[in-house]
C-alpha cells in the first residue's frame, strides 16, 4: 500500500506564512511528478504547483513569487511553502504523486488534504 501523508496546515494571518510536506510511505519504487492542489468550498480542485523529479517547477500565476515547491527524492516528500499568503489563499490544499510502485508500473495518489485558513 502506498500512501501519501500531508502535514503543515493552520490558521495563519494575511501576510503570513506557513510550509505544507506530503511525505510518501509504503511500497514505493521510485516518485515522478509530484504537485500540490488547492480546492476552497464550493469550487473545484484546482492545480497550484508541480515539481518534477529533477527539480523543474511550474506555479499558476496566482501563487508565483508568493510559493515555493520543493522536494527531496531521498525522503519521498514535497514542500509547499507559502509566504505572504491572502485571504483568497483559504482552503484545503492536497497533495498528488505519480508513484512507481515497481520499474513497470506507475499509478496516481492524492493525499487527504490539509486546510489552509488565512484570517483578515
Known amino acids: 500500500q502506498v500512501h501519501l501523508v500531508e502535514s503543515g496546515g493552520g490558521l495563519v494571518q494575511s501576510g503570513g506564512s506557513l510550509r505544507l510536506s506530503c511525505e510518501g510511505t509504503?511500497?514505493?519504487?521510485?516518485?515522478?511528478?509530484m504537485a500540490w492542489y488547492r480546492q476552497a468550498p464550493g469550487k473545484e480542485r484546482d492545480l497550484v504547483a508541480t515539481?518534477?523529479?529533477?527539480?523543474?517547477?511550474h506555479y499558476v500565476d496566482s501563487v508565483k513569487d508568493r510559493f515555493t515547491i520543493s522536494r527531496d527524492n531521498a525522503k519521498n516528500t514535497v514542500y509547499l511553502q507559502m509566504n505572504n499568503l491572502k485571504l483568497e489563499d483559504t482552503a484545503v490544499y492536497l497533495c498528488?504523486?505519480?508513484?512507481?510502485?515497481?520499474?513497470?508500473?506507475?499509478?496516481?495518489?492524492w493525499g487527504q488534504g490539509t486546510q489552509v485558513t488565512v484570517s483578515s
Open positions: 509504503g511500497n514505493i519504487y521510485r516518485i515522478n511528478n
Open positions: 515539481i518534477q523529479r529533477g527539480g523543474e517547477t
Open positions: 498528488f504523486a505519480e508513484i512507481q510502485v515497481s520499474a513497470n508500473y506507475e499509478f496516481e495518489y
